[in-house]
Structure formats: C-alpha cells, structure tokens
C-alpha cells in the first residue's frame, strides 16, 4: 500500500516560483520507484506534467507544455518528490497530484490510467 500527500500549493502572481511536495509511505520501496506529477485544470482531462523513475536512465521526464520552467526530483532518503515550479503562468492554475506505481518501463508515458496510486492534491492558483 502507499500513501501520498502533497503539500506546497498556493497563489502567486504570474511569473512567480513554487514547491511542491510529496511525501511517500509505502510498505515496499517498488511501489514508489516510479512516480509522477498530474495536473488538473477546470473542465480539463488531468495531464502529466513530470515522472521520475529511478530504474531508467535518464531517471526523469517532463511534459514539453512545461519543458525549461518545471523541474522534477525526489529525495529517496526522505521519500519525497519535488516538483519545482519557476515562471509561473495563469495556464498553470489547477489542482496537482503527485501519483505513483506504473507499470516497469511505462512511468514516462504519463499516461494517468497506468498510475495506480494518488494523493489528494494541492490547489495552485496563479493570477495575471
């Protein structure tokens, strides 16, 4: 089993940075070699923004619409994955989920129907 809790949302003008965090609890460390970040807009399918994996080389990905603003990475001694957030955009207001467990060598597909495993998520909301 794994439990997922996301923190460091919040509402920044544009152009502004955030950090999001996720805390992992798993029973077994498999379940969180791979894991992602999700992002929901209103009215929008939720969309991979960023996975990290840590048996594939390189260990991370992230989605070309945020490609050179955010930045994914985990500290495996703490459990955590980051998801640093620079040059913020009202288009990046939405909800974030951090999500785990995809099936080997599918966490960079992004694909949110393989991760089985999410949190609650964290509101970020950015003005013009």
């Known amino acids: 089993q794994v439990r997922l809790a996301e923190s460091g949302g919040g509402s920044v003008q544009a152009g502004g940075s955030l950090r999001l965090s996720c805390v992992a609890s798993a029973s077994e460390s498999f379940y969180t070699a791979c894991m992602a970040w999700f992002r929901q807009a209103p009215g929008k399918e939720r969309e991979g923004v960023a996975a990290?994996?840590?048996?594939?080389?390189?260990?991370?990905t992230v989605a070309d619409s945020v490609q050179g603003r955010f930045t994914i990475s985990k500290d495996n001694a703490k459990n955590t994955l980051y998801l640093q957030l620079n040059n913020l955009t009202p288009e990046d207001t939405g909800v974030y989920y951090c999500a785990a467990l995809a099936p080997r060598g599918r966490c960079h597909t992004l694909s949110p129907d393989l991760f089985g495993y999410w949190g609650q998520g964290t509101q970020v909301t950015i003005s013009s």
């Open positions: 990290f994996d840590k048996e594939t080389e390189p260990r991370t």
